[in-house]
């Protein structure tokens, strides 16, 4: 199989400016729309050059509920903390209480926990890593709009009448590109297990890395689902936040949408 084209992606589909939420001129052709007709968007940032295309730039603004991409900086934190050390140590101990993800209801390392997406487990998580030093974390990433005045343990889950933490898809490719480039306070050696937590398939001779994120009705008669993670081909690594607000959407969705897209630029 051939790798994708990421430099006949950057010419005819990347605008060629550098992201930034305040511009609204980075965007992609129509006929780039994966989400046909509904109200999802995508950024795409080239991490080296900074160029960035766009589906959707003004949804691509709209602060949102994370839901379960916070795991990416929850873990982060985790580690900077050294609260955890590596993917295959025993992560999640299960408190025996039936839970509706049959995945979660067994004791779990950290590499499962993280991909089967384990609430308590991360949860238990920010717990040790308490409100002051999660703050001061969020603080120093910029991380949205650094809100976890709901509760330590569940601050980025939406849920009825509860203020989450919020952050746009610009917000998280950003932060995804600024990490990956080590312009925030992660080592190496932090990033590589986030990479091992974070892979999800090949493409051709890509790497395609990234979280889901799921929620109930929250726009409006909406669910919402995310995708955030980049991309790995050769020498170029594209960061890149996707979420889509519909009656059925879900993380799991919205990935499928994004490998899609990525396996037909192949």
Not at 109 to 117: M, N
Request: a positive charge; glycine letters at 6%; charged letters at 25%.
């Amino acid at each position: 199989m051939r790798s994708i084209n990421i430099t006949l992606l950057i010419t005819f589909i990347f605008s060629g400016c550098s992201v930034s939420e305040n511009n609204s001129k980075n965007t992609s052709p129509a006929s780039t729309d994966i989400f046909k007709g509904q109200k999802g968007t995508l950024v795409i940032i080239d991490i080296k050059t900074g160029k960035t295309s766009m589906i959707n730039p003004d949804y691509a603004k709209k602060a949102l509920s994370p839901c379960s991409t916070f795991k990416i900086w929850n873990t982060l934190i985790g580690l900077k903390e050294g609260l955890i050390k590596k993917p295959s140590e025993a992560f999640y101990k299960w408190d025996g209480k039936k839970r509706f993800f049959d995945a979660w209801n067994r004791d779990l390392t950290l590499k499962e926990a993280f991909r089967v997406s384990c609430v308590p487990a991360f949860q238990n998580l920010a717990s040790r890593i308490g409100a002051v030093r999660m703050k001061k974390h969020l603080d120093t990433i910029n991380y949205g709009d650094r809100n976890i005045s709901s509760g330590i343990t569940d601050f980025w889950l939406p849920r009825k009448n509860h203020r989450t933490i919020m952050i746009s898809a610009v917000n998280q490719a950003v932060l995804i590109t600024e990490l990956l480039t080590e312009k925030l306070p992660f080592s190496p050696e932090q990033i590589n297990i986030l990479k091992e937590l974070m892979f999800f398939k090949k493409i051709g001779k890509c790497n395609l890395y990234g979280k889901t994120g799921s929620s109930g009705k929250v726009e409006g008669s909406q669910k919402l689902g995310w995708y955030t993670g980049f991309i790995i081909c050769n020498n170029k690594t594209l960061a890149f936040s996707a979420n889509l607000a519909s009656e059925d959407a879900s993380g799991s969705i919205v990935r499928d949408i994004i490998y899609n897209y990525f396996k037909k630029l192949q």
